[in-house]
């Protein structure tokens, strides 16, 4: 079974810097379009950035654009998020999951994991 772990979130001051990481215990990355999603307190989960499969290029949510970076090591399963420039409106829970060539979100492959939290202080 496919486990998703989060982790590199924290609380830091608008203007300021994190990344994320998202490793995927048992599963190689390179067949699947892996991507960064964010669930602020009452809202719905929204998607933030995701890195094609096969090389196929990035793509990241408006808000974020020219801010934030998703990545991958294959030989290290996990997938990143760099977030730069942070805003107090980046502040919510960060997910990672995957899915098939020519699904939409709607049909990740996995179940979610417990997020990290990011908190952004004006």
């Known amino acids: 079974q496919v ?3 989060e982790s590199g979130g924290g609380l830091v001051q608008a203007g300021g810097s994190l990344r994320l990481s998202c490793a995927a215990s048992g599963r190689t990355l390179i067949n699947y379009t892996w991507g960064w999603f964010r669930q ?3 809202k719905e ?3 933030v950035a995701a890195y094609n499969r096969g090389g196929g290029g990035t793509d990241y949510a408006d808000s974020v654009k020219g801010r934030f970076t998703i990545s ?7 997938v990143y ?6 805003k107090p409106e980046d502040t919510a829970v960060y997910y990672c999951n995957a899915k098939r060539s020519g699904t ?15 908190t952004v202080s004006s």
């Open 45 to 47: 989960r929204e998607f």
């Open 3 to 5: 486990q998703l772990v």
């Open 72 to 78: 991958r090591d294959n030989a290290k399963n996990t």
């Open 104 to 118: 939409t979100w709607y049909s990740v492959l996995y179940s979610w994991g417990q997020g990290t939290q990011v």
């Open 81 to 86: 998020l760099q977030m730069n420039s942070l």
């Open 40 to 42: 602020a307190p009452g």
